[in-house]
């Protein structure tokens, strides 16, 4: 239900990982590349690196290319800082050289142009012009270091960059420490990828099964009880370890919500809520309570 109430104030602004950038076409990214930057470019202003980074940011793994459907709006020619971009409506061979930043913690759990809520430790990317959703190869020309990133948002929009990386993806590249860099972004066909990664990936699915017991537990542990109810959603992420780890922050900062936090996959995201509630008035008290306490935006949902 997220994605339904994301989508809709996204679709016309071409760009939103951040709530300001949901009120207009042009503020919405507009605000994000205005600013000034830190680190040579790194990060925005009031952004940099969250307060407490998952430690294993190297297990993290890059994305993976598969075949989605074009996004249905935020494909449409667009306009940000007096400038026009025609993003590209179909995927096709795509190479080019240029300077990449990264967006951080100012954006983690906003939206992005295509209503998705973008997770800083996540492998994704924004772009002005690839269509999306689409996956790209991003390559650190001083380093060599490449990483598969999904492209989910637009962006940046300042006349020397090429492309915004998550921070992880960045960490992966070597740019946090710099700031920002040249790199190499390729489009990547999915059909193609995927054929050509199946037979590498054969041989390795065998030892996962030694972990059989583990993912049980996992599972059993994210699954909510089959009761009807109202939640409060407060953030939804693609990494079930970025969700686990929100869940855990808000337990320190709502302590009165503990015995009610808990992580529902559903959609290919793990959904950070709170429940459930009787009614959906107690449901949006909880919520105004939340939104008020700690700026989160929350998203009431019944299941």
């Not at 960045?170 to 037979?199: C, F, H, M």
């Not at 709502?254 to 808990?262: F, G, H, S, V």
């Amino acid at each position: 239900m997220l994605a339904v109430l994301c989508l809709l104030p996204v679709f016309l602004i071409g760009c939103g990982s951040v709530a300001p950038r949901q009120d207009a076409p042009v503020v919405s990214k507009q605000e994000k590349s205005a600013v000034v930057t830190k680190k040579g470019g790194g990060y925005y202003l009031n952004d940099g690196p969250g307060d407490n980074p998952p430690a294993n940011l190297d297990a993290i793994p890059d994305a993976e290319p598969k075949v989605e459907p074009l996004h249905k709006f935020a494909n449409r020619p667009y306009s940000v800082l007096g400038q026009t971009y025609t993003p590209d409506t179909r995927l096709k061979p795509y190479k080019e050289t240029g300077v990449a930043s990264w967006y951080g913690r100012r954006y983690h759990g906003q939206k992005t142009s295509i209503g998705e809520v973008y997770d800083m430790y996540g492998m994704t990317a924004a772009h002005p012009t690839l269509p999306i959703p689409s996956y790209a190869r991003v390559t650190n020309l001083k380093n060599n270091k490449s990483v598969v990133v999904r492209v989910n948002d637009r962006g940046p929009f300042l006349s020397d960059r090429l492309i915004d990386l998550s921070y992880t993806a960045a960490y992966k590249l070597g740019v946090l420490a710099g700031g920002s860099t040249r790199v190499e972004v390729e489009a990547i066909d999915p059909a193609n990828y995927v054929a050509a990664a199946k037979p590498a990936e054969v041989p390795d699915a065998a030892p996962l099964a030694d972990k059989g017991s583990v993912v049980a537990v996992q599972e059993a542990d994210l699954q909510p009880a089959a009761s009807n109810g109202h939640y409060v959603q407060l953030g939804a992420f693609g990494a079930q370890e970025n969700a686990e780890s929100f869940r855990s922050r808000l337990k320190i900062e709502l302590a009165q919500l503990t015995d009610k936090l808990q992580i529902h996959p559903s959609g290919g995201l793990f959904r950070v809520q709170a429940g459930p509630f009787q009614t959906l008035a107690e449901a949006s008290q909880v919520a105004t309570e939340i939104k008020n306490s700690l700026n989160i935006k929350t998203v009431l949902t019944t299941r």
